[in-house]
C-alpha cells in the first residue's frame, strides 16, 4: 500500500509539473506576408510553446483553419484569400490570447 501511495504521488506530483510548464504568461505575435498567408507565434515566459492550438476566424467568428504550432511556437496559414482581415486565437492549458489581423493587399501604398 505504501507503494501505490508512494506512487500516486509521483503521477500527482508529475501532472502538476507538466501543468506548471505552461501556467506562465502567455504571448501572442502575429505577421502577414502581403495577403497570401499569417504567421503566428506563440510563447510562455519568453520560450516558444510547442503545441499551442491556433485558430484562424473570420471577423464573424468562423473558423476558417486550425493548426498545432511547432517547436519553434509557430503556426503558419498560407493562402488566406478572399478576405481582408482574420482573427487569429492561441490557446494552451486554460490561457488564451487572441489578435485581430489586418491582411494587407497593397504594400506599396
Do not use: C
Request: hydrophobic share 40%; charged share 20%; aromatic share 10%.
Amino acid at each position: 500500500m505504501k507503494n501505490f501511495k508512494n506512487f500516486f504521488s509521483a503521477i500527482a506530483l508529475s501532472a502538476f509539473a507538466a501543468a506548471s510548464a505552461h501556467a506562465g504568461s502567455m504571448s501572442l505575435y502575429t505577421t502577414t506576408n502581403d495577403f497570401n498567408g499569417v504567421t503566428a507565434r506563440v510563447y510562455m515566459d519568453g520560450q516558444p510553446v510547442d503545441g499551442a492550438n491556433i485558430q484562424m476566424l473570420t471577423n464573424g467568428g468562423t473558423l476558417k483553419s486550425e493548426k498545432m504550432t511547432d517547436n519553434n511556437g509557430r503556426a503558419d496559414f498560407n493562402f488566406v484569400g478572399g478576405i481582408s482581415s482574420v482573427v487569429i486565437k492561441a490557446s494552451i492549458a486554460g490561457a488564451e490570447k487572441t489578435q485581430w489581423v489586418k491582411l494587407d493587399r497593397d504594400n506599396n501604398k
